[in-house]
């Protein structure tokens, strides 16, 4: 390529060097394509030596992201042998979402999602699409698991049917007697928690709830000997995280440490329900990059389990270049900020003019002087959380960089 790349930043007198000379070449992906994965094959040599593999996404809402990410879970699944799914969506829910499918041989996809699966992905056609794929491959040799990992649990099964559930495995436990005193009271509070339903309540009630949830806790895990999905340690994670909103609504805890039980659940998950399995985790880049939080630097899932998984983990960052995302907090859509010159992806629109869907990007090859000082989005579009290229290692491992983004489905 001849042409060569000078810009001016006004005011400052600062000039960006040529980016399209001796440029990287880049690979360029197909977002929907099922049939022929080979233009992935330079992300399949990237994490073949992996295990544990984290797709982020900026705001849980873009379409063209979940088809992405989708695909690559199809790949993952039939090239590389990962055998489990964990998104980001109530543990429970998902769990009773799964067992229902299978005893009723009612598809994951139908309305049962709704309501039950964080609803960002549950209405967007990509990811019902993929729920119709992990349904295909359920009794076949080779099935794709499928589990949440949020403590949050907000979906319709949580609501009807925790505390209903939990208080049976209490109930059947030598300690019941002592641990089902006042249960009535302790059971509104739980079902309180769960409905988002916060009432005013003394310091002592509070202290007094939490207590009493640890002791439970307790219980249920020294009661487990073989952990696995519906034991009496799968209840300690599910309570675990009910507690937390607890805590967090009667300022006990930080926001950020609803982290601290989904890392919980994970490392639950791969060691009890997935040993020695390859499992792909799917969450927002808050959740799941190597910083934790960036205005904080709070642990995240992935900090937190950096010591026992890291050496086996790799994250892939997922964004748009130009196009519109639904913002899941207001469900308005909103469009991708207007790249400029101190941006990496400003610099890629080239790549685009062949009409790729997206290209795939790795931090080897930007190690040029030229690129250290351009960013990347960090958490989402906000100019307030960009990183530098040169500190891309400390976030993720490589980027999918997608022409045109569409919101999400509401």
């Known amino acids: 390529m001849k042409n060569i790349w000078l810009v001016f930043m006004l005011g400052c007198g600062l000039a960006f060097p040529s980016f399209a000379?001796?440029?990287p070449r880049f690979?360029?992906?197909?977002?929907?394509?099922?049939?022929?994965?080979?233009?992935?094959?330079?992300?399949?040599?990237?994490?073949?030596?992996?295990?544990?593999?984290?797709?982020?996404?900026?705001?849980?809402?873009?379409?063209?992201?979940?088809?992405l990410k989708a695909r690559l879970v199809k790949y993952l699944h039939q090239h590389h042998g990962f055998s489990a799914l964990i998104i980001e969506s109530g543990l429970f829910d998902?769990?009773?979402?799964?067992?229902?499918?299978?005893?009723?041989?009612?598809?994951?996809?139908?309305?049962?999602?709704?309501?039950?699966?964080?609803?960002?992905?549950?209405?967007?056609?990509?990811?019902?699409?993929?729920?119709?794929?992990?349904?295909s491959k359920r009794n076949s040799e080779q099935p794709l698991h499928f589990a949440g990992f949020d403590g949050r649990l907000s979906g319709a099964f949580s609501v009807q049917r925790f505390v209903k559930q939990l208080v049976q495995h209490v109930a059947a436990m030598p300690e019941a007697e002592l641990l089902m005193v006042d249960w009535a009271a302790y059971a509104t509070l739980l079902q309180n928690t769960l409905e988002r339903r916060f009432t005013s309540l003394t310091q002592?009630?509070?202290?007094?709830?939490?207590?009493?949830?640890?002791?439970?806790?307790?219980?249920?895990?020294?009661?487990?000997?073989?952990?696995?999905?519906?034991?009496?340690?799968?209840?300690?994670?599910?309570?675990?995280?009910?507690?937390?909103?607890?805590?967090?609504?009667?300022?006990?805890?930080r926001f950020d440490e609803h982290d601290l039980v989904m890392a919980n659940n994970v490392h639950w998950l791969l060691e009890h329900v997935y040993?020695?399995?390859?499992?792909?985790?799917?969450?927002?880049?808050?959740?799941?990059?190597?910083?934790?939080?960036?205005?904080?630097?709070?642990?995240?899932?992935?900090?937190?389990?950096?010591?026992?998984?890291?050496?086996?983990?790799?994250?892939?960052?997922?964004?748009?270049?130009?196009?519109?995302?639904?913002?899941?907090?207001?469900?308005?859509?909103?469009?991708?900020p207007t790249l400029n010159a101190e941006h990496l992806a400003y610099h890629m629109q080239n790549e685009f003019r062949a009409s790729p869907q997206a290209i795939f990007l790795q931090p080897q090859d930007f190690t040029a002087p030229k690129y250290a000082d351009l960013v990347l989005h960090g958490h989402n579009y906000e100019p307030a959380f960009q990183i530098r290229v040169k500190r891309w290692r400390n976030h993720f491992d490589s980027i999918f960089l997608i022409n045109t983004l569409s919101p999400s489905q509401p």
Do not use: C
Not at 237 to 248: A, D
């Open 275 to 336: 040993p020695q399995q390859k499992v792909i985790i799917w969450g927002h880049n808050v959740h799941v990059n190597r910083q934790g939080y960036l205005a904080l630097r709070a642990n995240n899932i992935t900090t937190a389990l950096d010591k026992a998984y890291g050496k086996q983990s790799y994250i892939v960052n997922f964004a748009g270049l130009s196009g519109a995302y639904r913002d899941y907090v207001d469900g308005k859509v909103k469009a991708l």
């Open 21 to 23: 000379e001796n440029a």
């Open 204 to 253: 002592q009630e509070v202290e007094q709830h939490i207590a009493k949830t640890y002791l439970i806790i307790d219980a249920l895990q020294a009661a487990d000997k073989v952990p696995a999905m519906d034991s009496a340690s799968y209840y300690t994670r599910l309570l675990e995280g009910v507690l937390r909103l607890f805590e967090v609504q009667y300022q006990k805890r």
């Open 94 to 135: 998902v769990q009773e979402l799964v067992k229902q499918a299978s005893q009723s041989a009612e598809p994951l996809s139908a309305s049962l999602a709704r309501g039950n699966i964080f609803f960002a992905y549950a209405a967007d056609p990509a990811f019902r699409d993929l729920l119709d794929y992990i349904d």
């Open 27 to 67: 690979t360029p992906i197909e977002i929907y394509a099922t049939d022929d994965f080979s233009d992935l094959t330079e992300f399949g040599n990237a994490i073949a030596t992996k295990n544990i593999i984290y797709l982020d996404e900026l705001t849980h809402g873009e379409h063209e992201v979940f088809a």
